[in-house]
């Protein structure tokens, strides 16, 4: 396994690493981390160095609903 990365303090997305956990995987380190919503998530470090986790699901539903919006804004100039 290669040489820990120490991220605490950093920010990745909406995620503020706080601390280590005492977790760990094939895949590394498990780092808790607060949301900018205020929820608390768990995440591997590769997930967080990739850009693969950048919220604790927050960002997706937003992205959701936003994507829900336009897709009735285009419907209802159709049917309109």
Known sequence: MGK???????RFGRLYVCCRSGKSSKNGVYWICKCDCGRGVSVLSCNLLRGVTQS??????????LRLRQYNKKKAKVNG
């Open 56 to 65: 604790c699901g927050c960002l997706r539903a937003e992205n959701a609903k």
């Open 4 to 10: 820990l990365i120490d991220l605490k303090g950093k």
